[in-house]
DNA sequence: GCCAAGTTCCC
DNA sequence: CGGGAACTTGG
C-alpha cells in the first residue's frame, strides 16, 4: 500500500492513538456524512485461540456468508468519503446488548494490519480501494482469565494518562504518571476487578471506525462512528459453542412418554441444556412441543444427557407420530439439528425375537427359527420401518456374485481392515487399534452372510423390480452404550459378551494394569443397550447408525469407539459384533434350532482417553483369559437359559428386539451350557444359514434431509428468537448496515424434503451408505 | 477428592 | 487448518 498510513504488514508503526474511542463521544462524529456500511457480517461462531495456540496458523475469521468455495471476509465499506485515505481500525468490544454499554474487550486481533500491542487492527482505504476494508486473516486471541484483570488494570492506567496529557499538554510523560495517586490505582484495581468479573469472554464483537489523519494536529480524528459487528461467539466453549447430538440410544419410543433415552452430545451445560422435542405440520408451522425430562445429575459429564420422554400430545395413537427432537440452550436460545423422532402407539406389543422365533419355529415356512420380518414385525397397525436402504437395485444384470465381489471390492473398509483400501474418510484400523489381523478369505463366514443378503437382493429385484429401495443388511446387532468415571489417565477399555437379541454383558478393562473393573454394586459403570433401529420408517439415524453397526460389524468395536472424554469421565458406545471373534472358536454341538451366540473378548474398547489407553489395545485384544465377564440379572426369561452371577451386576437388557429389521438372520440362543461365563464363542459358520422364503413389503422411495439444511432449523411460520443486536434499542440507528439474522433464513418447511437420489453408474452396495446422505450424518 | 472450566498440546 | 484430547486450575 503506498498510503503514507500505518501498514502494519510492512512494518511501519501504527497511526499514533491520540484520539481513541473512549475519549470522544459520537456526537463529535459527522453522522450526516461518512459512515461505514458493514457489507460482510464476521461468521457467528470462530475458535479463539489462547496465545499460546498462536503457533502456526489455525483459521481466519471469515465472513457470515462464507462457504468452502467461496472464502470472503469481514468488510466494511466507507460510504460518502472521498476525501482521501482514511483508517479503518477494528477492536474487539463486549457483546452486551446495548452497544452503548459495551467495553473494549481484553481479548486482540491478530493477523495481518494487526498490531501485536493493542490487539487492533488497521486497515488503509482510498479511492483504489473503493473505500472498502476487507478484515483478513483475523485471528481472535483468548486472553487467559488469569490476565484478564491485569490488562484492564493497565489499560485504565493508560487511559487515565492519555487524558491527563490531553488535559495538561504542557506536562511531561513522566509529571503525568507521577501525578497518579495510590488512591488511583486502587480504584484502577477495584473498576478492573469488577470489570473483569463482567467480561464474558466467549462473546465479542467487532467493532469498526474509521479515521483521518489530521495533518494539522498531528493526531487521528474519527470521520465516522463505531458500527458493532454482529456477535461473534467462541466456538470451543460449551456455552456458546456449537449443540450437537451426537448420538440417541433410541429414536423411538411409545406415545405414552416416560421413556428412558441416552443422549451422547457434544460438550454441554448441566445448567443450560433442554431436550426438545417438537412437530411441524405440512406447512412447517410447529403444531407441538414438549420437553424432555432429566434432571441436572442426569448430564453425564457434559457429553451425555439421560432423559424420559415427555408424553405425545396424543397417546392413544394409532399410527407412528414423526416429531424432531433438538438440543436447546435456554440462554442463548441456540438449537441444535433436529433429529427424528417417532411416537408409535403405546399398545403395540414389543417381544423378543427370542420369544418370536421359538414360536415361529413350529411353522414350516420358517425351519430355522427365523421367520419373515414382514410377518415378524407387523404387531401393529403399520409395517415396520426398514433402515439400510438402497436408492436403486443392482444393475439388474448383475449377478449375485456380482454384486457379491463388488460389495468384497469396496468394503474393505469393513470387511478386511487391513486392506486399507476403498476406505472412507481417514485410514481405519490403525496399528493401534484392536482389529482383528482378519484376511478376506478368513473372513468367509462374513463373506456369508453378505453373500445370502445379496442373493436375496438381487432375488428381490427380479421379482419387484419397480422397487426402488430396500434393506441391505440385517441388522443383527445392537449398539451397546456404557458410561463410566474414571478419573485418572488409565488406560480403560471395556469388553462386552453379548447375546444378540437377548441379553449381555459388560466390563470394564483396564489393559495397562491388567485390572478389570467389574459391574458391581458399588462400580460406576452405567451400563446399557439398545437396537438402534428406528421404527419411524425415516432414514433418519439409521443410515449412520447401519453404517456404524455394519462397520463394527465386521471390523471390530475398537474402530467404532465413538469416544467422549473428559478428564474424569468416558463415555463411549460399542457397537456390536456379530461373531468377529478374532480367534476361531470351537463350534459347539447343535442341539436344537437354537444357535449359540457371543462375542466375548472381542470388545476391548479404547475410550482414546489416553495415549496409552490407545497402544495398549492390541495387547488387551489378544488377552482372552482375563475376560470377567459377569452375569445378568433381571434377563427377560428366556427358556433355557441360565446366566451365571446374578447378582453381580447390572442388567444388561435388550432392547427394541422387534425392531430388528430382519430376524431370520439373527442368531439364536442355545442354552449357555457351561454357564455363561467363559464360554466359547461360536464361528458364525455355526449359525444357521438365513433362509428366505418372503419377500418384503413394497419399500417406500428415500427421503432423505439434505445435510445442515438449515432451512428445517425454524421453519416456515416459526419465528427466529430475537436477537438482541437486532432489537429496536440498537443504538445506531443511522448507521445503514446489512444485518445478519441469527437464524438461518426461514424459506422451507420444517418437514423433511423428498430428495431423489440417483445412484451411480456404477453399482456399489456400500456407496448407499455414501450418496444417501441424510441429516444424520454426524460424523 | 470431585468435577467443570480453563488452558495447552498435538495429530 | 481444524479439531480432538490431554493436562491444569480452581470452586
Known sequence: MASPYSDVSVGLPSPPTVVSDYNRPYD????????????????????????????????????????RNKPIFPTVKLAKWSDG?????????????????????????????????????????DHTTDYTATFQNLGIIHIAKRDVKDIIRQRKKAELIEHARLRRPHCTQEEIRQSITPTDLKKFDEEAEEIAKAMDLN?????????QYDTTHACYRPITRAVDSELVVNLKNASTGELKIVRISQCSAPCTGGTEVWMLVEKVKKTNIKIRFFECDADGNEVW????????????????????????????????????IQLERPNDRDISEPRDFTYYPSNRKRQSPFMESARLDEDEDYPQGGGDRTKRMC??????????????????????????????????????PDRGSCSRGRARASSGSALPSQSWDSQSQHSNL?????????????????????NLMPKYSSSMLALSDHNKSEAIGARSSHYCGGSGFLSLHEPSIG?????????????????????????????????????????????????????????FSLSHSLGSSPTPQTPSPVS???????????????TGHSKAARSSVPEAAGDGKASQTLGMSSLPEYPGISWPKPDECRALEYHNYDNIPNATSLPNLIPDQSGGAGSTPPTYAELQPVQHHHLRPPLQPIQTTPSLDSHAKWGVGASPPPHPVNSPNRDQASIEYPRRSSAPNISGPCQTPTVTITPPAEFSPFSSFFWNTNDDILE
Open 28 to 67: 463529535c462524529v459527522n453522522t450526516d456524512g461518512p459512515h461505514l456500511i458493514l457489507t460482510e457480517q464476521p461468521q457467528s461462531k470462530f475458535r479463539f485461540r489462547y496465545k499460546s495456540e498462536m503457533v502456526g496458523t489455525h483459521g481466519q475469521l471469515k465472513a457470515e456468508r462464507a462457504d
Open 203 to 211: 462473546k465479542v464483537v467487532l467493532r469498526f471506525q474509521a479515521f
Open 379 to 416: 404387531h401393529g397397525s403399520y409395517t415396520e420401518p426398514l433402515d439400510l436402504r438402497f436408492s436403486e437395485f443392482p444393475s439388474k444384470h448383475a449377478s449375485s456374485d456380482d454384486v457379491f465381489n463388488k460389495c468384497g471390492e469396496c468394503a474393505p473398509n469393513f470387511l478386511a
Open 289 to 324: 412441543s414438549a420437553y424432555g425430562e432429566f434432571s441436572e445429575a442426569d448430564v453425564h459429564h457434559q457429553y451425555a444427557i439421560i432423559f424420559r420422554t415427555p408424553p405425545y400430545h396424543s397417546t392413544n395413537l394409532r399410527s407412528p407420530a414423526h416429531v424432531k
Open 515 to 571: 485390572r478389570e473393573q467389574s459391574c458391581s454394586q458399588d462400580s460406576l459403570i452405567e451400563s446399557f443397550a439398545r437396537d438402534c433401529t428406528t421404527e419411524s420408517g425415516h432414514p433418519s439415524t439409521s443410515m449412520v447408525k447401519a453404517e456404524d453397526q455394519f462397520r463394527s460389524t465386521y471390523v471390530s468395536a475398537a474402530d467404532n469407539t465413538h469416544s467422549h472424554s473428559s478428564q474424569a469421565g468416558h463415555s
Open 592 to 606: 436344537s434350532p437354537y444357535r449359540k451366540f457371543s462375542v466375548d473378548n472381542d470388545f476391548r474398547l479404547m
Open 450 to 470: 453378505f453373500r445370502t443378503e445379496f442373493e436375496r437382493l438381487v432375488e428381490l429385484r427380479e421379482q419387484n423390480k419397480s422397487q426402488t429401495s430396500m
Open 85 to 125: 485515505p482514511a483508517v479503518v481500525r477494528l477492536a474487539l468490544y463486549t457483546g452486551e446488548d446495548n452497544p452503548n454499554q459495551r467495553r473494549r474487550h481484553v481479548h486482540e486481533l491478530s493477523g495481518k494490519n494487526c498490531d501485536k500491542d493493542t490487539g487492533m487492527c488497521e486497515v488503509v482505504v
